[in-house]
């Protein structure tokens, strides 16, 4: 359980900067408004949790 927890740590961590400059980047080159820039955070935050979890749950249970 611990590992797992561990798990969705460090994917939410590496994934995060990742998802966050993707979101940037189109953002910036796309030309969007605010409005669209905070629903990109919303989504670079939301996707981190959705992938974070994923990767926990994925995780191999015999090395639990």
Do not use: K, Q
């Not at 959705?50 to 191999?60: D, G, M, Q, T, V």
């Amino acid at each position: 359980m611990i590992a797992r927890i561990a798990t969705f740590l460090v994917a939410g961590v590496a994934v995060y900067p990742v998802l966050a400059t993707i979101f940037w980047l189109y953002c910036l080159l796309g030309g969007h408004n605010i409005m669209e820039m905070i629903y990109g955070n919303a989504a670079a935050f939301v996707l981190t949790v959705a992938a974070a979890f994923e990767f926990a749950w994925l995780r191999p249970s015999g090395s639990d």
